[in-house]
């Protein structure tokens, strides 16, 4: 594993600390081969096996309070300044250090709106309570979630350019897709060469390979998120692949839709050509409205009103996330006013975040039409990351 | 993924309930794909991406609260009866089912003592207080720490038998180690070669790839859980490797030791061979007294003790730990009374509960002693899961 981009990411927490006026970021774990808290891919890289604490500061100070064996690991990745060992309990070189520094505010990693801000155990909770009993700092606790969805979201050009990467190299796989599906072939079929191509390749899947890819063939497919099943592409199916890769630590997630010729057609039927263009324009009407600043509740309206007012129902999902090291990153999101969205469609999108747009909408007798493309906020607007699908792939 | 396991360990679910007269344990999770609950892993088996609760019930009942767009996945997998689909909040679904079933106690996962048992973050605790605010249930919740250690810890025939598979074939590597082994390959090389044959038989390593496996050759190496180095076997050293495997889903977990004998030896100087034997001779009196009802720590003293009256230092890690699905798995462990260990070394040991036993010494100017085996708990004592080491394995 590389550590540089940890350290960026580590330096930029510093920087986050300021501009929140966050004094003390708490990132505390323990056996994280079990149970891995989201933030240490981002500010740490290395497993820990018992109790630790990685400590990030306004004034810059990078401290980590970890289990003696594991010390060496640690001062090797060097993320770390300062790394203090212990035997038998954290507490006395935890608490010593806090005292140290004093901080008027420590985030701990605890939310309500983000599962990448949401690390912290409701049992290791606890246990920090216990840690800190009778010292004034157990109300001096903040949730770190704005810290770390500003630290996910906003990319550096390093990760930027890995995430090219990742969304080229999925293209490239769409491509070959593209030259593998034909009648006959199940859905199963094409997840099974997709996977094959990414073993090959040597990278990882995205998310879980139950259904990475997701492979829809025909009308009436199973929803999205599930996985592919033996039935077969036939002539005048829609057929849509939902799939991502994780290449050097960063996620693609990208859709793209196809149609199988029947003998007596040289285009899509206009039904399908319809369903197809209103999915690429919703898309490109959010990329247009989209920049730092805007809401994302209220690019999930563009996409969902436009394919509502055009007579198709509401897709059963939000426009977009957020994408980075987990498939689904940041805390913002292109999300509807739902309540298991929380707060996040009411974010401010922000300079340098990534987002996926991906509506849908069932064409009646053929199948899905649903196109994902990311892109990235620029200070004025967004850039494309993906080469957008302007046009619904022919198969025959 | 088979679903066989998961629903033999759901129904064991129910009568673990009933013994511990718990009425209904919810498993409440979101966006696994970026955090998981360990408890998935033994009781539901599918990913989930929105707010999902997966409860079973003293009477039997298994339900499943999940998404919309995923409730087939759950359907499919049948372990949950009954799956509901929800599309904007699960609370209406929740609440109401809960309420329907009334129950006295609710088991929730958040635990000091087991991170396996601590799946439940803060974060996602008090969105659970949310959705049950103004009702009665919020004061019925407890830990389901007791319901989770007995269910991972408790094997049945059938996890038992893969990992007597898993441990089996990770002795093979280690025989195929041995013949790799010789003076001038570094530490890296040997941890390369192995990683190379679990890649090539298609298994999973057991924990992170930093230190799976860790190797350490001569005098004063790095300590346990660093990963190898560029250190190079040599004439006179000991040598150890901690390594395991993930085969179906469950873990192995061994260590041995070899010696390089000098050119004019033919066999290990005698403060090796003791060295060797003290450890060999631990881990059978260990064998010797383990049993259901005996506690973790009185395991403990027993090695830690006969080392250090052997005039040694002790270990400076617990003398051994379940081993399951994860490869440090349920509550109870053979640990020492030290703090960060919470209660889990005074917890009676039960039958069908699988441990390691690893104890270690320093053997001034040549290495380490460390081995480890596993062994599993019949009704009246223990028998080994691997053939034991009993002699040092000496290399030219």
């Known amino acids: 594993m590389s550590f540089e981009i940890i350290k960026e990411k580590a330096n930029q927490a510093v920087e986050i600390l300021k501009e929140k006026n966050i004094d003390m970021w708490i990132t505390f774990v323990r056996e994280t081969g079990a149970l891995k808290d989201p933030a240490l891919d981002i500010t740490v890289g290395n497993s820990s096996t018992w109790q630790s604490a990685f400590i990030i500061n306004i004034d810059g100070d990078k401290t980590a309070i970890v289990g003696d064996m594991e010390k060496e690991n640690f001062v090797k990745a060097d993320v770390y300044r300062n790394v203090i060992g212990y035997l038998k309990s954290i507490r006395e070189p935890l608490v010593e250090y806090i005292t140290k520094k004093n901080p008027k505010t420590i985030a701990i990693n605890y939310s309500k709106n983000s599962v990448l801000a949401d690390g912290l155990t409701y049992g290791m909770y606890q246990i920090l309570l216990d840690h800190l009993a009778g010292t004034e700092y157990v109300k001096r606790l903040v949730s770190a979630e704005e810290v770390i969805s500003a630290l996910r979201g906003r990319k550096s050009k390093a990760e930027l350019a890995i995430m090219k990467e990742a969304a080229d190299e999925t293209l490239k796989i769409f491509d070959m897709a593209t030259k593998f599906i034909k009648p ?196 004025n607007g967004c850039e494309f990351i993906t080469k957008p699908q302007k046009e619904l792939i022919l198969l025959r």
């Not at 324009?281 to 920049?291: C, E």
């Not at 940041?330 to 969205?341: C, I």
């Open 184 to 379: 006959g072939v199940t859905e199963l079929d094409i997840a099974n060469y997709v996977k094959g191509i990414v073993v090959k390749k040597g990278y990882e899947l995205a998310w879980e390979e139950t259904h990475c890819p997701a492979v829809f063939t025909g009308p009436d497919p199973a929803g999205p998120h599930s996985g592919p099943t033996d039935r077969k592409v036939d002539h005048g199916h829609m057929i849509n692949m939902d799939f991502g890769i994780k290449l050097k630590g960063y996620c693609s997630d990208i859709q793209r839709t196809w149609y199988v010729l029947n003998k007596n057609e040289d285009k899509a039927p206009e039904t399908v050509q319809k369903g197809f263009e209103i999915i690429r324009d919703a898309i490109q009407m959010v990329a247009d409205a989209l920049k730092p600043g805007v809401k994302g509740v209220e690019m999930d309206d563009i996409a969902r009103n436009y394919i509502t007012e055009n007579g198709y129902e509401e897709y059963p999902h939000g426009l977009g996330h957020q994408l980075g090291r987990s498939v689904h990153d940041g805390g913002a999101g292109l999300f509807p006013r739902w309540e298991k969205y929380g707060d996040t469609p009411f974010m401010p999108l922000e300079e340098g975040q990534i987002f996926t747009i991906e509506p849908r909408l069932p064409v009646k007798g053929y199948g899905v039409s649903t196109i994902e493309e990311e892109v990235y906020l620029t200070k």
